[in-house]
């Protein structure tokens, strides 16, 4: 049983450079999500996805894309890496009819722009 | 003013001991409350949720207070397993639906 997964887990990049974070989640949920954490932050939602082709911004979707093709794939892309977006990424995922708090989340990708 | 609050810490806490935290939250019409754990460089779990009559799982207690806004959790009988950091997680409002705010986390130290 995977659940969900990210990768990479480890990325180191340039200034500039586009980025993309996959996601992936095999228990079929409904929605998923992406964010960042940062000291002094928290965690802080980036985006999130309700389904299939339905995604929405969350509190900090400056400087990122997603898409959502397919139910268990939701990938994050950094157009244009700036230091700022320094940062662990979680991807996390619920199901229809979980409560709204009831997420589960992956391992992390760790990323710095250099 | 952040939408969600917690004491940092460490809390630093002999093992087998009480220990207990709060966290405050800023908007008064925020809907679910929920407690999560999070390990050193590992992804945050869903601890439990908060309910207004407060609950309980087994050596955990969190508890609502809704007039003065902000929840806590309480470790009882504290092991070495519960070093971690907790997260204090908000629904801002009901048409916030998914959107969780998360607390900056309350480190636990349990030491023997």
């Known amino acids: 049983d995977a659940g969900i997964t990210q990768s990479p887990r480890y990325k180191i990049t340039e200034t500039g450079r586009q980025v993309t974070l996959m996601c992936h989640q095999t228990?079929?949920?409904?929605?998923m999500f992406w964010y960042r954490q940062d000291l002094g932050h928290g965690l802080r939602l980036i985006y999130y996805?309700?389904?299939?082709?339905?995604?929405d911004k969350g509190e900090v979707p400056d400087g990122y894309v997603v898409s959502r093709s397919k139910t268990e794939n939701f990938p994050l892309t950094l157009e244009s890496a700036t230091r700022s977006q320094t940062s662990v990424y979680f991807c996390?995922?619920?199901?229809?009819?979980?409560?709204?708090?009831?997420?589960?989340f992956g391992p992390g990708t760790r990323l710095t722009v250099t | 003013r952040k939408e969600v609050e917690q004491d940092p810490g460490p809390f630093n806490v002999p093992e087998g001991a009480t220990v207990a935290f709060n966290c405050t939250y800023s908007?008064?019409?925020?809907?679910?409350f929920f407690w999560y754990r999070q390990d050193c460089r590992k992804e945050p779990k869903l601890l439990m949720s908060?309910?207004?009559s407060g609950n309980e799982d087994g050596r955990f207690t969190a508890q609502l207070n809704r007039a003065s806004q902000y929840i806590s959790l309480l470790i009882r009988d504290s092991k070495l397993s519960d070093s971690a950091t907790y997260l204090c997680?908000?629904?801002?409002?009901?048409?916030?639906?998914?959107?969780?705010?998360f607390g900056g986390g309350t480190r636990v130290l349990v030491k023997p």
């Open positions: 908060v309910y207004s």
């Open positions: 228990w079929s949920h409904s929605y």
């Open positions: 997680v908000v629904t801002p409002t009901a048409a916030a639906g998914n959107k969780l705010t």
């Open positions: 996805s309700a389904a299939a082709d339905i995604t």
């Open positions: 996390a995922s619920r199901p229809l009819g979980g409560g709204a708090g009831e997420q589960y």
């Open positions: 908007n008064s019409a925020s809907q679910s």
